[in-house]
């Protein structure tokens, strides 16, 4: 679940990882054929990295990074009925499925500034538009944005603290 939440994977790109598409050393995670079969390449987050440490020595996978019993691939339903377990075991009472964990990936990415280009390169989008629907910007959120005019007469103010000589206006501001 922290590999889909801090990769911002879609089910079937965690499902169809191979181990070979992970890269420690470079802190890269290969998504071979997304959707749309586009390839790309992730982060992985450093606070990941003892998790899959962990998880490997438990587990031991041979071919792909999630594997049931007999070394094959996990089904799209048992991740979800395991995150399911998961919630409820952590008493989260909201509805959280794989796809949930992608859309918070790219919200927060969002909300921490990150370009919504990169986010749409990150998440594997043909198009801005698509990247829009994942985040969810909230108003408050919005409010908050200097405008771009107070921006440039602070920065004008600040440098008229420093020189004297420089007014905004003959009474300056």
Not at 23 to 35: A, D, I, M, T, Y
Not at 74 to 100: D, G, M
Not at 130 to 143: A, E, Q
Request: charged content about 25%.
């Amino acid at each position: 679940m922290a590999l889909i939440y801090s990769c911002g994977l879609r089910i079937s790109e965690l499902i169809n990882l191979r181990l070979k598409d992970i890269n420690l050393e470079r802190k890269q995670l290969f998504v071979s054929e997304g959707k749309g079969r586009k390839d790309r390449y992730v982060s992985l987050a450093d606070s990941f990295l003892p998790l899959f440490s962990n998880y490997f020595n438990s587990y031991k996978p041979i071919y792909y990074f999630v594997e049931g019993r007999t070394n094959k691939k996990y089904s799209a339903e048992s991740v979800r009925q395991f995150l399911k377990k998961s919630c409820r075991e952590a008493s989260i009472n909201k509805n959280v499925t794989p796809h949930t964990l992608r859309h918070s990936y790219a919200t927060h990415l969002l909300e921490n500034g990150v370009d919504i280009r990169y986010i749409q390169t990150l998440l594997g989008h043909a198009r801005p538009e698509t990247t829009m629907i994942y985040t969810h910007v909230k108003r408050k959120d919005l409010m908050q944005i200097n405008n771009p005019l107070d921006v440039a007469l602070q920065k004008i103010k600040n440098a008229e603290q420093s020189n004297k000589n420089i007014l905004l206006s003959r009474n300056s501001i």
